[in-house]
């Protein structure tokens, strides 16, 4: 029979002891063990949710209650990229509006959707600390500045 | 002089151990080693720095706060790296620029309060800055900076590098400390203050990446030294400030304290672009009251700025032209605020959306009599002391000063039916 803890891989263990060993208690290491199977799996389903609670012994509310606080942990499934898109203040002066709108057309869906080929999850995000090259998205780890709609094509390009 | 940032490389690269050995790197934290831990705090408080994250408290001050009387208890150094203020983008070029400087800052702090265990709270955002304070760390700690018995002197200090998952609370200091708990980053009561009671309920300093930035250089040079950057000795050092918005050259410079808001905007930033004129500036974040036309020759340092009836903040400007529409630019603030409220107290969590609604309402021309009467009330009813933190007192800065200077433009909403500037929200 499977325990709880089978549930998780050989490596998600490994990872997720290196970070106990560092914490005085155990739910100390929950938000590291959700950004370890969101690393492995993408995002953090139901049924992980619940192996990483029963491996930290706490409650899956519990952990749950942490995973749905952080914007940037997904309790859903998202496409290969993240389009993290700035609408805080300098990016909304600087032409947010029409470059949101753009985006959203090109990709032909909406905030917190994925497109239908599973590439893009488009997803909006507080301030990206860039605010001299306004506006600005994040695809993954690169950071995109002083974007303006026509520059849309060629960056969405390189993610396909 | 620009002891913080004239050795950052013009392409932004981080210096490597070597080169800013090279440049009298660890020198301070050598120096400071050979100090008692009171004396260094004692240094750091007569320099008069101030925190740079906003707040503007006593860095040396906050420091006296730690027990001191048991020397084997455990405490922990926190630098706050989750730059998250909409508007501010200081913190990003220090530490993508110059993550050692840091370190030894955070080391002479921790030799300071004597903790044992430092951590860096980084935003998810900042990827090139977690790889250069990866390298950097590996470094320090090759070069016996960091570890056990460092350089000799019995001092230890492990330190670790934590990313975030995004909201803007974990740059709230206690909130920060259950996030690095693994909790929901909600507030704390204080008392007790982290100081006392910080992480896992040991003695704790938080301080802002531009503060710790700032101390290797104060145990170098001196208090008075840095007192004498400054052009208000009240307020010492340099500061990072920043301009963003339709200004010819947004960007970052480190100045002098206190240089005026005029200098900054129209020699550092080039002026307005043409076609655009300056209506008025958040001075420190989206959380600080609008400056306005009269305010433009007030010297950019905590007491001038407070005193104009705004707060200094982290000191980057962010613009409003007369281009763009003040309902709207403060619909977006509020909108910003609203979403990051952490829902733990109530004024904060009801009042915040409310005041989103009615700025929206406003901004697409279904603005209402009262409205304004209800925008004043909130201001009152977030404002300071009625919330659990200052999220919500922060919130309504730009709100109550944006009701105040652009009062006619809220009114032309309401009685055109309409955003004059042709503006509507989707």
């Known amino acids: 029979m499977l325990t709880d803890k089978d549930m998780l891989s050989e ?12 914490v005085p208690v155990k739910e100390a290491a929950g ?130 | 002089m620009k002891p913080l940032t004239g050795h950052i490389k013009a392409d932004g690269t981080p210096l490597t151990l070597a080169e800013y050995e090279q440049l009298g790197g660890y020198q301070a934290l050598r120096k400071a080693l050979r100090m008692s831990p009171q ?72 030799y300071a309060i004597q903790a044992s265990e430092g951590y860096v709270f980084l935003r998810y955002a900042y990827k090139t800055a977690a790889k250069g ?75 802002n990446v531009e503060t710790f930035s700032c101390v290797p250089h104060i145990i170098s040079n001196g208090a008075a030294w840095f007192q004498s950057l400054s052009k208000n000795p009240q307020d010492g050092g340099t500061k990072i400030y920043g301009v963003s918005g339709k200004v010819n050259r947004p960007g970052a410079w480190e100045l002098p304290m206190g240089i005026t808001l005029r200098e900054l905007i129209e020699e550092h930033a080039g002026g307005m672009r043409s076609g655009y004129r300056f209506r008025g500036a958040l001075p420190g974040g989206a959380s600080t009251d609008f400056l306005v036309e009269e305010h433009l020759d007030v010297p950019m340092d905590y007491g001038s700025v407070a005193a104009a009836g705004s707060r200094l903040g982290t000191g980057t400007v962010v613009v409003l032209d007369d281009r763009t529409c003040p309902v709207g630019f403060v619909h977006n603030l509020e909108h910003f605020f609203a979403q990051e409220s952490c829902g733990w107290c109530t004024p904060c969590r009801e009042g915040l ?24 009330m909130h201001a009152q009813a977030l404002g300071p002391g009625k919330t659990f933190c200052a999220l919500a007192p922060g919130a309504m800065e730009p709100l109550q000063s944006a009701l105040n200077y652009f009062r006619k433009d809220f009114e032309q909403h309401i009685h055109e039916k309409k955003c004059p500037y042709g503006h509507t929200l989707h």
């Not at chain 1, 490596?11 to 560092?22: C, P, S, Y």
């Not at chain 2, 021309?365 to 409205?371: H, K, M, Q, T, V």
């Open chain 2, 133 to 207: 304070i990866r390298v950097a760390l590996a470094e320090a700690e090759r070069a016996g900076y960091l570890g056990s018995n460092i350089l000799g002197s019995g001092f230890s200090l492990r330190m670790h590098l934590h990313t975030g998952v995004g909201r803007y609370m974990c740059g709230e200091e206690t909130a920060l400390l259950n996030s690095l708990e693994g909790k929901r980053a909600t507030p704390r009561a204080k008392p007790p203050f982290p100081q006392v009671s910080g992480l896992f309920g040991k003695p704790t300093i938080v301080n």
């Open chain 1, 11 to 22: 490596v998600e263990i490994e990872e997720i002891n290196q970070e106990l060993a560092g």
């Open chain 2, 353 to 376: 959306p409310w005041t989103e609604k009615i700025l929206r309402a406003l901004e697409n021309g279904e603005g209402r009599e009262n409205d304004l009467d209800l925008l004043a």
């Open chain 2, 39 to 110: 004396e260094v705090t004692t240094e750091v408080k007569n320099s008069n720095l101030k925190g740079r994250g906003g707040a503007g408290f006593n860095t040396g001050m906050k420091w006296s706060f730690v027990p001191m009387d048991d020397p084997s208890a455990e405490k922990y150094l926190i630098c706050n790296a989750d730059e998250m203020e909409p508007g501010t983008f200081k913190d990003r070029w220090l530490l993508e620029g110059n993550p050692h400087q840091l370190l030894e800052g955070m080391l002479i702090a921790a």
């Open chain 1, 31 to 160: 938000i590291e063990a959700l950004k370890i199977i969101q690393r492995h799996r993408g995002w953090v389903s139901d049924e992980s949710l619940r192996d990483v609670a029963a491996y930290l012994q706490m409650a899956p509310e519990e952990l749950d209650s942490v995973a749905t606080f952080y914007n940037l942990i997904f309790r859903q499934p998202v496409g290969r990229h993240i389009i993290l898109l700035c609408d805080s203040i300098s990016c909304w002066v600087m032409g947010y509006e029409q470059l949101s709108s753009q985006l959203r057309q090109k990709l032909g869906i909406g905030f917190g959707q994925t497109t239908a080929d599973g590439c893009f999850t488009l997803l909006p995000n507080p301030c990206l600390g860039t605010c001299d090259h306004a506006p600005a998205l994040m695809i993954d780890n690169d950071l995109y500045r002083d974007v303006s709609p026509e520059m849309l094509d060629e960056i969405l390009g390189k993610y396909k």
